[in-house]
């Protein structure tokens, strides 16, 4: 029997408080606390696992669990919300994950450089990403395909609807040795938008998909420098 704080386990029969037993939902929808106490429950996972098949097993379901897409959403959106409700702690996080792991960025930085060499698509995505990020002056909250009302594979079609002859997605970029390439142009250039923060109607004009066009980088460098000549 208990008082109100504590319980009698079901299977060693001793005495415990409450937070010795682990939650439960009820088939009503209200929490109630498991029969065995932790202790005992532990015992029992500890035996079913010191058995290798049912280890194995047990790997399996866990991985097969975590592979699938819409666990794997969850996790990252929760972890996305959890973020942006914990900038700081995020941010003191990255930077003592990065410190303590420089190998690991090292291998992160060149599967990145080799992804960006052999992907233009993923490359004009993390394009993107980066001048909505810089155009929203860093204040940019979760992904930017949230922030405009098109999706990656429409903005894709998009491009390629106004790809001049000689365009497509192999000369994608900015040029290293002078070849013909061709960038993501704003027909009314950034610098004309006053932007205020990701709500605003001049964020929403200056992204939008009728704003943007593919155009061949000397042309789309002679823009800037008129622009800025004129600003
Ligand atoms: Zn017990």
């Known amino acids: 029997m208990t008082d109100g704080t504590s319980k009698v ?3 060693c ?3 415990y408080p409450f937070n010795w037993f682990y939650k439960q939902i009820r088939e009503n929808g209200t929490y109630g606390r498991r029969a065995q106490c932790k202790k005992c429950l532990l015992d029992t996972k500890h035996k079913y696992l010191a058995n290798p098949e049912n280890r194995k097993k047990q790997q399996k379901t866990y991985k097969e669990y ?7 959403k969850r996790k990252r959106n929760n972890r996305i919300i959890w973020e942006i409700k914990n900038k700081e702690r995020t941010a ?3 930077k003592r994950w990065k410190k303590e792991n420089p190998n690991k960025i090292k291998i992160l930085r060149l599967r990145q450089a080799r992804k960006r060499s052999n992907d233009p698509l993923w490359r004009m995505q993390n394009n993107m990403s980066r001048a909505i990020r810089k155009s929203l002056k860093d204040n940019k909250n979760g992904s930017w395909t949230n922030l405009v009302d098109y999706s990656i ?3 894709k079609m998009h491009l390629e609807q106004g790809w001049e002859d000689w365009m497509s997605w192999d000369n994608y970029g900015r040029p290293k040795n002078g070849e013909q390439k061709w960038v993501i142009d704003h027909i009314k250039p950034q610098v004309l938008f006053i932007i205020i923060d990701q709500y605003c109607q001049e964020f929403k004009d200056c992204w939008a998909l009728n704003n943007l066009q593919p155009l061949s980088w000397i042309e789309n460098s002679k823009k800037h420098a008129r622009y800025m000549e004129g600003a």
């Open 92 to 94: 003191i996080n990255l």
């Open 9 to 11: 386990c079901r299977k």
């Open 13 to 15: 029969g001793l005495i």
């Open 153 to 155: 594979e429409e903005l």
């Open 66 to 72: 975590h592979n699938k897409l819409e666990v794997k």
